[in-house]
Nanobody
Framework: QVQLVESGGGLVQAGDSLRLACAAS????????MGWFRQAPGKEREFVAA????????SYADSVKGRFTISRDNAKNTVYLQMNSLKPEDTAVYYC?????????????????WGQGTQVTVSS
């Protein structure tokens, strides 16, 4: 079992930066691919970024490439999402997820564990 708790969301202006953190508990954290997804009001959940347990493979949604960076600290059981140059269209609830999948999967169905989410609001 892996429990995930996100933090770091908030209200910012366009162009600002935020760093989300996801603290994981459970002794299998280090073997999980970690991902970030988001869901805006009235829209389906969408993939944002993922990083394998070894940290060597990553994937990003086209909409965030070059602006967002996913990183993880296995010693601290924490995964981060650094978000720069934020845009109003980045406004959403951001969810952390963990899954025993080999690669940095973009599919939510590959992730078994989910956090409760943290709200990110970007004003124009």
């Amino acid at each position: 079992q892996v429990q995930l708790v996100e933090s770091g969301g908030g209200l910012v202006q366009a162009g600002d930066s935020l760093r989300l953190a996801c603290a994981a508990s459970g002794r299998t954290f280090g073997r999980n691919t970690m991902g970030w997804f988001r869901q805006a009001p009235g829209k389906e959940r969408e993939f944002v970024a993922a990083r394998t347990w070894s940290g060597t493979l990553t994937s990003y949604a086209d909409s965030v490439k070059g602006r967002f960076t996913i990183s993880r600290d296995n010693a601290k059981n924490t995964v981060y999402l650094q978000m720069n140059s934020l845009k109003p269209e980045d406004t959403a609830v951001y969810y952390c997820a963990a899954g025993r999948v080999a690669g940095p999967s973009v599919y939510g169905s590959d992730y078994s564990y989910w956090g409760q989410g943290t709200q990110v609001t970007v004003s124009s």
